[in-house]
């Protein structure tokens, strides 16, 4: 009798054990990390909302990787580029000394945006998984 409640409690825990939540919510770091295909890049006049010039859709080869020892490796049209990028906190992201705002990132989607001062326009670039 025993020995059969010892198996049935071990049977018990070993299922509440298995459905326990995961209750780990990614960083912005761990979203980040990965290849990413490069959908598109506009630059929109801020007062207006226009297009500045024409948008670019990138290539099937363009991407940008984001790797945990801080670098970004990219190619986009054809050149190939590597510097460091830091994440200041879920919103912000430095490229190449730029500062980026980060607008969304999930686990397939990536948006983010850079005012340029002095010009009155906004980068926006569209990246996907």
């Not at 909302?49 to 940008?64: E, F, K, W």
């Not at 000394?97 to 980068?123: A, C, M």
Request: proline letters at 3%; one cysteine or more.
């Amino acid at each position: 009798m025993k020995k059969r409640y010892l198996l049935v409690s071990f049977a018990i825990l070993t299922v509440l054990n298995c459905c326990k939540k995961n209750d780990h919510v990614p960083s912005t770091q761990e979203k980040i990390l990965g290849k990413w295909k490069i959908l598109r890049f506009v630059d929109i006049n801020e007062a207006t909302g226009a297009y500045l010039s024409a948008p670019y859709n990138g290539a099937p080869t363009d991407y940008a990787e984001y790797r945990a020892d801080g670098k970004l490796y990219s190619y986009i049209a054809g050149q190939t580029d590597t510097f460091t990028y830091n994440i200041i906190n879920d919103q912000t992201l430095v490229e190449k000394n730029i500062t980026f705002q980060i607008r969304s990132l999930t686990d397939i989607e990536f948006t983010k945006s850079v005012y340029i001062p002095g010009t009155g326009h906004t980068r926006m670039e569209y990246l996907y998984k």
